[in-house]
């Protein structure tokens, strides 16, 4: 056989190991730059922006009355973001669910889920809107303000990033997994982000540690208590570190002679019926004892979970009990 068949002029040979290296490579810059991790610029990752662009372009303002979300899931799919509609509901009910962002970047009215883990309804039962914060990231796209860059069909524009006038990586937070990288920024309070992003204006030299007088740590919407300031101040100075969040629980005596303990606030992406169910399940296995009852009395107010403890019963025993057994 001549060497021409061998090898045709049309082909050329590769090695597996440059080819394999190439590929993923390619692949995990796919999932780090349009998929996992948000830009921060404006805090967003691609199908979050693609859902408040496609709203803004709809019309759906915080002005205005409330739409279908499966027309806005429709609009995103079909426009910008062409992958499942689920994919894009899920991620747009978690920026109405105030358990989950800082600020709410979509008003939803319907059944948008809960604390307690239930899911929210299908996408024809629920309508939304654009949250009011959500105008001071879009504000001005009309002028020129960021680039655009063709869709997936090419047949519209979209904006590569949208003109954020506030740090919203760092007042909702962000978490991703891409590939070989990784986020986890914790939310934090508006009104001291802006007090620190205007002491950062006035003093370019300013260190982290006066930045701290600003922005003394995270600010979770379940609240809770962070535990301990020197690793807040580790993840700040060197980008890494990890901290322990413990919810609130204060005493309450009743007329009875009894006391009573009250969960007044839970740490972040804690669900509360299972952390119920914990408590229930070590007062059934007697691994706490002393407890009578348990209450969920939480309503739109907040949270109120009500233990009601026997006669005789040091309450901060059980209070100590609670931290060391259960997700609070």
Known sequence: MSKEKDNPSNQSLISI???????????????????????????????????????????????????????VVGDVMGNYHPHGDTAIYDSMVRMAQEFSM??????????????DGDPPAAM???????????????????????????????TEKEPEVLPSQYPNILVNGAGGIAVGMATSIPPHNLGEIIDGTIAYINNKEITIAQLMKHVPGPDF??????????????????GRGS?????EISIESLKNGRERLVITSIPYQVNKSVLN????????????????DIRDESNREGIRVAIDLRNGVEPETIKRQLYKNTQI
């Open 221 to 238: 919407p379940t609240g809770g208590i962070i535990i301990g300031k020197d690793i807040i101040k580790q993840g700040y100075n060197k």
């Open 17 to 71: 190991t440059d080819e394999m290296k190439k590929s993923y490579l390619d692949y995990a810059m796919s999932v780090i730059v349009s998929r996992a991790l948000p830009d921060v610029r404006d805090g967003l990752k691609p199908v979050h922006r693609r859902i408040l662009y496609a709203m803004i372009e709809g019309g759906y303002d915080w002005s205005k009355p409330y739409r279908k979300s499966a027309r």
């Open 277 to 292: 169910e914990r408590i229930a399940q070590l007062v059934r296995e007697k691994k706490i004892e002393g407890i009578r």
């Open 102 to 115: 800082r600020l709410m970047l979509v008003d939803g009215q319907g059944n948008f889920g809960s604390i």
């Open 243 to 247: 901290f322990k969040i413990r919810g």
């Open 124 to 154: 024809r039962y629920t309508e939304t809107k654009l949250g009011k914060i959500a105008q001071f990231l879009t504000e001005d796209l009309e002028k020129n303000t960021v680039n655009y860059r063709s869709n997936y069909d090419e």
